[in-house]
């Protein structure tokens, strides 16, 4: 099972971006962790893709289906709420998605307090930290599994 992980705008600064709102660990070390959890589901292969660019984002998505992914969990950040190039794609791939913020979006400033993007997911999870991403991975497995039996 293909599980593509994708992170949005300045998710790249995590760990020195507001600390206080966001954790102290960086991208790589939430990764690092996001691939020891899944060392416990047997056969389990996760990509990672990180970008600033809504269009790199959107192209990732639009090579799922070339690159038999099974599943995406994504990380809009700031496109979240703006991005209907990104709700579309996933729309259009039609692969089983979970949409994931480190911070609680709705105990953040009223702009942040909607996602354009959830609609084109199975779930989000929000304001559960980094371990949020691990949450995500384990329903999406369960989630892909009852699909293909």
């Known amino acids: 099972m293909k599980i593509l992980v994708i992170n949005g705008p300045n998710l790249q600064l995590l ?3 507001e600390p206080e709102i966001y954790g102290t660990l960086t991208l790589p070390q939430v990764c690092s962790e996001l691939e020891l959890f899944a060392s416990q589901f047997k056969g389990i292969k996760i990509e990672f893709f990180q970008s600033n660019h ?3 984002i959107v192209d990732q998505i639009g090579n799922c289906l070339k690159a038999k992914v099974d599943g995406i969990i994504i990380n809009p950040a700031a496109f979240t709420h703006t991005s209907i190039a ?3 794609a996933l729309k259009a791939v039609g692969i089983p998605t979970i949409e994931v913020h480190i911070s609680n979006i709705y105990k953040r400033e009223d702009f942040r307090k909607h996602s354009v993007s959830a609609g084109a997911c199975i779930g989000l999870i929000s304001g559960l930290g980094p371990k949020g991403y691990c949450y995500a991975l384990s329903s999406l497995v369960d989630s892909i ?3 293909t039996i």
């Open 15 to 17: 760990g020195q971006r």
């Open 54 to 56: 809504e269009g790199n």
């Open 145 to 147: 599994k009852k699909q």
């Open 86 to 88: 990104i709700y579309d």
